[in-house]
């Protein structure tokens, strides 16, 4: 079946700094992928995403770019802010109604 | 625009009662969806319904748990009897049309907590 890996978290870093978090999925056919964001206390809201190969999807300063060679959707941000912190799933839809989420990964940002 | 709109946002109660937790989807989605999210076991799918059809209720995790959608505009998930074990974070999701472009729109959702 389909599935999503992610890094593990929490990842902690300071303020202004280049932030990866690594997604890889394994699927058959052509998935739509997306990254959702979760602020404490909040559901989780779409941050970006993309439906097919070397599409680059972007928000926010947020980017990601579907990798169908490597099979991989890593978020990225040039600068993280301390308002970025929260939690952040990668997910993908294949042929379904049906999201397929990541572990989720906890993103700490210091001032 | 109004979102997934669920209550109650918290929930307090004692093992043992039934517990209703509600959810109105966005206005002309289709499908809504109801997560649990643990520390435990993260976010799990437990059923989901298209056009007021439950489709898939393979991750409703016993016969305690039942969910209902009597219209377009609002779904129901209950527990009777509660337990401890069932203390979580309910979500309830809903999304446009079909096709595997779409996202899912979430709730803010329930905050459950059985002592």
């Known amino acids: 079946g389909d599935s999503v890996t992610q890094m593990e978290g929490p990842v902690t870093l300071s303020e202004e700094a280049f932030l990866t978090i690594n997604c890889t999925y394994t699927a058959t056919g052509y998935p739509s992928l997306f990254w959702y964001v979760q602020y404490p206390g909040e559901g989780l809201q779409l941050l970006l995403k993309a439906t097919k190969a070397d599409d680059k999807g972007s928000n926010k300063g947020f980017e990601a770019t579907y990798r169908k060679e490597t099979t991989s959707f890593h978020l990225e941000k040039g600068s993280v802010q301390v308002s970025d912190s929260a939690v952040y799933f990668c997910a993908l839809n294949n042929a379904g109604n049906m999201l397929t989420f990541g572990g989720g990964t906890r993103l700490m940002v210091k001032p | 625009d109004a979102g997934v709109i669920q209550s109650p946002r918290h929930e307090v109660t004692e093992m043992g009662q039934e517990v209703t937790l509600r959810c109105k989807p966005i206005s002309g989605h289709n499908s809504l969806f109801w997560y649990r999210q643990t520390m435990m076991r993260g976010l799990e799918l437990l059923i989901y319904?298209?056009?007021?059809?439950?489709?898939?209720d393979s991750g409703m995790p016993e016969d305690r748990f039942s969910a209902k959608m009597p219209n377009a505009s609002f779904s129901t998930l209950k527990i009777q009897p509660s337990e401890p074990r069932d203390s979580a974070v309910y979500f309830c999701?809903?999304?446009?049309?079909?096709?595997?472009?779409?996202?899912?729109?979430f709730g803010d959702g329930t905050r459950l907590s059985i002592l």
């Open positions: 999701a809903s999304r446009g049309e079909q096709g595997r472009n779409q996202p899912q729109h």
């Open positions: 319904f298209n056009n007021n059809v439950p489709i898939d």
